[in-house]
């Protein structure tokens, strides 16, 4: 018999080393880009305070060389810091997606609702990634026939009523019919001890 909490939890089945080729191509692209954008960014910074402290030591006023170097270096700080931050979201999103991540309705459903807050979230998949996979019609089978022995042990619905509804499931293909054989007797002669 299968755990009743197979549903909660779920391994997505692959690991970060068992990527496709096009998520090992976004993965190297955005480590390249973060690379190169920080490594620039880095340089950048670097001129700017070598800058600041040549003109300590020479005694022209900082304030004055600030200002003339914002025109020029302040948009290109900016975009090297926005590549520094997207390619690195991008990069670190590359390594965790496919990781094994656990299956829960409530996780995907506050992963949906962030992502019709935030829209750029739904780029992500989270909610996709989240949720728990669509059982089988073999598993809803199963969950069925669980279903049904507890309501008849619990005295919920009568012999008539039980035997009914597994004929049901066996009419419907859901269940095979050696099974449902096997599963009513048992349940039925529980059933009996349980009154006697």
């Given at each position: 018999m299968q755990s009743s909490n197979r549903g909660i939890y779920e391994y997505s089945g692959r690991t970060p080393w068992k990527m496709g080729?096009?998520?090992?191509?976004?993965?190297?692209?955005?480590?390249?880009?973060?690379?190169?954008?920080?490594?620039?960014l880095a340089v950048v910074l670097g001129y700017v305070g070598l800058v600041v402290y040549s003109a300590m030591m020479t005694g022209t006023p900082?304030?004055?060389?600030?200002?003339?170097?914002?025109?020029?270096?302040?948009?290109?700080?900016?975009?090297?810091?926005?590549?520094?931050?997207?390619?690195?979201?991008?990069?670190?999103?590359?390594?965790?997606?496919?990781?094994?991540?656990?299956?829960h309705e409530r996780l995907a459903s506050v992963a949906s609702r962030a992502e019709r807050e935030v829209p750029l979230l739904g780029s992500l998949g989270l909610s996709d990634s989240l949720a728990?996979?669509?059982?089988?019609?073999?598993?809803?089978?199963?969950?069925?026939l669980a279903e049904l022995k507890?309501?008849?042990v619990d005295g919920e619905i009568d012999e008539r009523e039980f035997e009914r509804r597994v004929d049901r499931l066996v009419s419907n293909d859901s269940l095979e019919?050696?099974?449902a054989d096997r599963e009513r007797r048992a349940v039925l002669n529980d059933g009996e001890r349980d009154r006697t």
């Open positions: 080729w096009l998520s090992k191509l976004g993965l190297g692209i955005s480590l390249m880009v973060l690379l190169v954008s920080s490594s620039l900082i304030v004055g060389l600030l200002i003339d170097m914002t025109i020029p270096y302040l948009p290109v700080v900016a975009v090297l810091l926005t590549l520094v931050v997207l390619s690195g979201t991008w990069f670190s999103w590359s390594l965790v997606r496919p990781a094994s991540v656990p299956k728990p996979p669509e059982p089988t019609p073999e598993e809803r089978a199963e969950r069925t507890r309501q008849y019919e050696a099974r």
